[in-house]
Structure formats: C-alpha cells, structure tokens
C-alpha cells in the first residue's frame, strides 16, 4: 500500500506521557508515528508537554503553564495516563479536565471493536457476540456533571449537572454525521430522561435533530437499561450518543466486552481545532515500571489522530490492520488465554509487533 500526497506536511505533536504506565505506553504510540513518518510522505515533530501527578508534586500544579503553551502551538496531543498513589483526590486527573474544556474538545469518541482474534478473551457466550461486536460511544465532553460547579460545605456536597442547548445540539449532530461518515444506519440515544430535568432537555434536542437524518434509523434507551442491554446485544449498535458521566461509564463496560481496557483508544475532539488522544485506561501504578502494560489503547488512539487532525484515514486504517494481524501472533498479558497460541510479550515486545506489521503493509 503506496501513499501518495502533494506535499509532505509536518505535524506537531504534544506530547504528554504522564504517570504510571502512561510513558511505557505512549513510547509505543510514538513508534507507530515514527514507522508512518519512514514509509508515508508526512512528518511528525514531538514536543514533551508534562503534566499529571508527578508534575504536581515539583511544582504545585498538574498542568504548568509551559506544558500548555507547548499544547496551544501543536497540532494535536498525544496523551499517556495521570494519577499517583498518595495524593490528593483528583489533583493529577484536573488537567486533563483542564485540557478538555480549555480546548473545547467537546466530542469524545471512544471506538469498541471485538477483534476475531480476541473473540477468546470476551467475556460474554457466542450468542451474545453475535456476528460482531463494533460500536462508537460519542460521549459529551465538556459539560455534565463535569463542569466543577459545586463543591462540599459543612455536611452536604453538591454537583451541577449543566447542559445548554449549543453543547448538547453539536454533539448530537456529530453522532448523525458519523454514523453518515462510517456509513452506520442507527443511531442510539443513552440519557436518563424519566427522571432528569437535563435529560428531558437532551432527549427532546435528539429528537429534533434526529428528524433532519431521515435515513438514520433512532432509538433512546434510559441508562440503566443501556448497561444491561450492552451484555446482551452489544452486536446490534453502531452510534451511541450520551452525555459526559454516562458516557465515561459505559465505555469502560464496552472496553471490558472487547477483551480489555488497555485495547480502548479515545480522542477529545475539538472539530477544526487542537484534539487530544488518549487510551481510556488510567495510569495502572501497580503495573508500572513492569513492562506487561498493554499500548493497542494508546496506539489505536494514533488511528483517530490520522483520522480526525491529520485527515489522513488510509493511514489511520493501516493501523487497525496492523493491530488486527499482530494479535494473531502476540499478546499481553491482560488480553493473553491459554488457549490463544499467541505469544505472551511485553509493552515494547507488542509495539515492536505492531510496528513490524504496519512496516509491512506501508511497503505493500
């Protein structure tokens, strides 16, 4: 597979590799750029944007203002994990709020794809799997219960869940315009709309917008019974629209179905402005340092950037297919059986595998 561009273009690239397994993991993701960077007419340039945990212990801050200066000049954000032992509830994971909102990436679009040579390590009976498994959760982002209003006070605590019409009609359209894109026909709605006022409000925006897709096919499902539906038909979506909490939640039951949570890529989107990529998993210190990290979350996160900032899709699927003949022969041991006939490798030995294959398939 030759590709061919008009000219070469550079990408920067902030890179943020934070706590815990988070630098064994993107060190990874950066090979896979650098194979792509050797076999196809573009160029990435890495900057070290630091923040996270170990940050907040030197200077006070998870994000200092010289790692965001490096993330406003860059094209897009490459992104380990955040979070140490000992510290202070969420002083570490504030930045990534901090780059969210700060960036308006208000889209987070989180893959499940149940990949055949994995079809061992799912959790659910063959009936359930159906004839695959491979839905997008497109989860709100920049609002919710996440926006940080409220706080605690003498015995009480409280958290505002805030929605406007602007946040919740743009991440509805995406929904619609990917499941255009992937050429999907459905696209599900996921909100607790019998008992709250803001997902009332989002149900009814869903619908309204919904009548503008006419080819898309709609469904609303309450949460609860989404969690559950999930186990049982997880093959029979394609699109799933939600908002920023319920969205955090069921894509990490998704990642658990595909096989791991270390195989979850996501990207925080800001449409036409700077995006950042990450896997969903958090930084794992109990398993750093050991080199049995699993970095497909962190390396598929690279075939959203191709798709999303870089435009380049063809890439970005080349990835995939590498990703897809690597498993067949290697594994980490999160997603290893004992029945697979796969190698149980290491972090670098499972990038080294990938970047094997994607060489191959670049130079076909």
Not at 54 to 72: F, I, N, R, T
Not at 82 to 99: D, F, M, S, T
């Amino acid at each position: 597979m030759v590709f061919f561009h008009m000219a070469q273009r550079t990408f920067k690239i902030a890179v943020t590799k934070g706590d815990g397994i988070g630098p064994e993991v993107v060190e990874e993701a950066m090979k896979i750029l650098h194979v792509i960077q050797e076999q196809a007419d573009v160029a990435f340039e890495f900057t070290d944007a630091p923040a996270g945990g170990a940050v907040w212990k030197k200077h006070g801050v998870s994000l200092p203002e010289k790692s965001w200066d490096v993330m406003k000049q860059s094209d897009a954000i490459l992104f380990g994990a955040l979070g140490l032992p000992g510290l202070p509830p969420g002083v570490a994971e504030y930045a990534i709020l901090q780059i969210r909102q700060g960036f308006d990436e208000y889209v987070n679009l989180r893959p499940a794809k149940l990949y055949p040579a994995l079809y061992d390590k799912c959790p659910l009976k063959p009936e359930y799997i159906g004839d695959g498994i491979e839905f997008y959760t497109v989860r709100e982002n920049t609002e919710g219960l996440y926006v940080k209003i409220g706080g605690i006070k003498n015995d009480a605590a409280t958290n505002v869940m805030l929605y406007t019409r602007k946040g919740c009609e743009r991440i509805i359209r995406y929904a619609f315009d990917l499941a255009i894109q992937k050429k999907f026909t459905k696209v599900t709605n996921v909100d607790k709309a019998n008992i709250l006022d803001c997902s009332m409000f989002w149900r009814e925006i869903f619908e309204q917008i919904g009548k503008k897709y006419k080819t898309i096919q709609q469904e609303n499902y309450l949460v609860d019974a989404f969690c559950q539906w999930l186990i049982r038909k997880p093959y029979s979506f394609e699109v799933v629209v939600t908002d920023n909490l319920f969205g955090d939640i069921i894509s990490d039951e998704a990642a658990f179905i595909v096989g791991s949570l270390g195989m979850a890529a996501s990207g925080n989107i800001c449409p036409g402005g700077i995006s950042m990529y990450e896997p969903i998993h958090g930084s794992a210190p109990d398993i750093a340092g050991q080199g049995i990290a699993n970095p497909i979350g962190s390396i598929l996160s690279n075939k959203i950037m191709l798709e999303e900032t870089c435009k380049l899709p063809d890439i970005g699927a080349s990835i995939e297919q590498a990703v897809e003949v690597a498993l067949a022969k290697g594994r980490t041991p999160d997603i290893q059986t004992k029945t697979s006939g796969a190698k149980t490798c290491s972090t670098r030995e499972m990038g080294d595998l990938i970047a094997s294959e994607l060489t191959k398939i670049l130079k076909s």
